[in-house]
């Protein structure tokens, strides 16, 4: 591996310097930089948009989206993973992430697993990917074994594959059947992937998620209405999303909350349409579980 080949490890002569910085400087200066990544991410939405099409249909199939990536790519992939059922209501098989070194390395550094190609394929084969499963590869540099042993195996096994680094003309792009390169440029702290490398990796795999569930119908508009309402603020949120759609006041859907054991978009069924737990479950699956649909709105 030549690190010098790729812009995320070179050193910017506009950084030299910052070991002599005040703090207002550092921080004024890595602000002005992290500025640039909504750019870089911009420039490849073409390839981010095919991807995630490409996801999400197979998605809608009954597949998979599964993140594999070792270091801070792999974290990345581990946070967008665990905030799906949460905030859609997706069982934790239908998201999820594979990290080099397994789950000790989400909070130990398990720098070294990174480099076993092997590791990744079995990985891949221990999580029974196929062709209806949508893999993500998340590497930096582009180069990572670990990620490109589990990309390969990936497309051996029939699933979708996407490559997302920050490099141009990488191994893991010509791996993968979707390539998505937000080239960020060099960091502030020369190699520190974490910053803005890490930055794009966070905006696209937000996109990927996010995108692909309001596709499968988990929001009303921008409304939350596939929310586990796990806590206190997310009542509260349902609440307000029931109140908001039905056009009821406070009592009443909390009334029809607890009626549909805090399902929301049942729960809006039956503030809107007077149905109970089974008829607004039967009717949302006539509709494939979209709620505008459900209510006979059109799209």
Do not use: W
Not at 75 to 87: I, K, N, Q, W, Y
Not at 233 to 252: F, Q, S
Not at 267 to 279: F, H, T, Y
């Amino acid at each position: 591996m030549n690190l010098s080949e790729l812009t995320t490890e070179s050193a910017d002569p506009r950084f030299a310097g910052i070991d002599t910085m005040s703090v207002a400087e550092l921080a004024e200066t890595m602000n002005t930089a992290d500025a640039t990544v909504p750019g870089a991410v911009a420039a490849a939405l073409p390839q981010i948009t095919r991807a995630i099409e490409a996801a999400a249909e197979l998605v809608r199939a009954g597949g998979r989206l599964v993140y594999v990536g070792a270091g801070t790519p792999g974290r990345l992939g581990v946070l967008d993973a665990s905030e799906c059922p949460p905030t859609f209501s997706t069982p934790p098989e239908q998201v999820f992430a594979i990290i080099a070194g397994g789950e000790r390395a989400i909070v130990h550094p398990c720098e070294g697993a990174e480099d076993d190609a092997g590791a990744g394929a079995a990985a891949v084969d221990a999580a029974g990917i196929g062709p209806l499963d949508t893999l993500v590869g998340i590497a930096s540099s582009g180069r990572t074994p670990y990620v490109l042993g589990a990309v390969r195996r990936a497309r051996e096994r029939g699933a979708l594959t996407v490559g997302l680094s920050c490099n141009p003309g990488t191994p893991l792009s010509e791996a993968a059947e979707h390539a998505i390169e937000v080239l960020v440029g060099p960091e502030v702290v020369s190699g520190s992937t974490r910053l803005k490398a890490g930055t794009a990796q966070k905006l696209v795999l937000n996109m990927f998620s996010t995108i692909v569930m309001v596709r499968l119908g988990k929001t009303y508009g921008n409304l939350m209405v596939d929310v586990k309402a796990s806590n206190g603020k997310l009542r509260e949120r349902a609440i307000r999303i029931v109140r908001t759609i039905a056009g009821v006041d406070r009592e009443e859907a909390e009334r029809v909350l607890d009626q549909h054991d805090f399902n929301v978009k049942q729960a809006v069924l039956g503030a809107r349409l007077g149905l109970g737990p089974q008829e607004a479950a039967a009717m949302l699956a006539r509709s494939g579980g979209r709620l505008r649909a459900a209510l006979g709105e059109s799209a």
